[in-house]
């Protein structure tokens, strides 16, 4: 069985800082990727960031020099830094890995861009 836990949401001013961490339940090598998703309220969910462990990374337009996803293969761990918030940037945020032709989905977690 495969879980993804997602941490790390809050509330923050706009130009601040937050780091989202996913935590898998199996080693992260196994996934052919794994990313970032978000959903803001009346919005379709949209890819913000993708990597392939022995690969590359992808963002979405809106989110380049500003987030930037990595891995802790040691604590099976996909992190995403998120630097210069923006109040559009307010949404829930989903942590997906794709395993054996499916797609896995941790629970999401808030996060609020205002002043």
């Known amino acids: 069985q495969v879980r993804l836990v997602e941490s790390g949401g809050g509330l923050v001013q706009p130009g601040g800082s937050l780091r989202l961490s996913c935590a898998a339940s199996?080693?992260?090598?196994?996934?052919?990727?794994m990313g970032w998703y978000r959903q803001a309220p009346g919005k379709g969910r949209e890819l913000v960031a993708t990597?392939?462990?022995?690969?590359?990374?992808n963002y979405a337009d809106s989110v380049k020099g500003r987030f930037t996803i990595s891995t802790d293969t040691a604590k099976d761990t996909v992190y995403l830094q998120m630097n210069s918030l923006k109040p559009e940037d307010t949404a829930v945020y989903y942590c997906?890995?794709?395993?054996?032709?499916?797609?896995?989905w941790g629970q999401g977690t808030q996060v609020t861009v205002s002043s």
């Open positions: 997906k890995g794709f395993y054996v032709g499916s797609n896995y």
């Open positions: 990597i392939v462990l022995r690969g590359g990374t």
């Open positions: 199996r080693n992260i090598f196994s996934f052919n990727y």
